[in-house]
């Protein structure tokens, strides 16, 4: 193998390993970047992505909506205790805000957003594009791996209206 070659096959290695980690990250350039964005795989109904958000953007952001391709809706969704001690999870009213110069962690067993209405079957080592719309600002586009993940499988608060999901 000349240099030439052994240059590209290195070159070709290292994204191929880069890829299959999942630790991707996508920015809007507005101060806004995401670390480890990732979607649990579903074959149900629903998922949800988790990674962290840090804002450096100067000012608070507030979450106007999210958008996927590969889900009818996705709702931003808080942990509260239930009445019987078990943790459940609920939509969060009024919507997050991301504190300027902070980050804001959306991880399995805490605040996350949930895609509902899954339009296939979301299989590890996909792609999934989520866009962030802000109040403020630009959309934040986030290109979160698939990955399999045996937890986060919480109830959700049946006073809510989501009934069995």
């Avoid at 193998?1 to 920015?27: D, E, H, I, P, V």
Wanted: proline share 3%; net charge negative; aromatic share 6%.
């Amino acid at each position: 193998m000349n240099k030439k070659t052994f240059a590209r096959t290195g070159a070709l290695l290292g994204a191929a390993a880069l890829a299959l980690t999942g630790c991707a990250s996508a920015a809007s350039g507005d101060g806004l970047t995401v670390t480890d964005p990732w979607v649990r795989a579903e074959a149900g109904e629903m998922t949800a992505m988790f990674g962290e958000i840090v804002n450096d953007t100067g000012e608070d952001m507030h979450i106007a909506s999210i958008e996927t391709d590969v889900a009818a809706t996705v709702e931003m969704h808080e942990m509260i205790m239930g009445d019987d001690g078990s943790m459940i999870m609920q939509e969060y009213e009024g919507g997050f805000t991301l504190p300027d110069d902070e980050t804001f962690t959306l991880d399995p067993g805490g605040n996350h957003f949930m895609l509902i209405g899954l339009q296939h079957e979301l299989k590890a080592g996909e792609v999934v594009t989520i866009t962030v719309n802000f109040d403020e600002g630009d959309p934040l586009v986030i290109e979160a791996t698939v990955k399999d993940f045996e937890g986060g499988n919480e109830p959700y608060h049946e006073d809510e209206g989501h009934g069995d999901h």
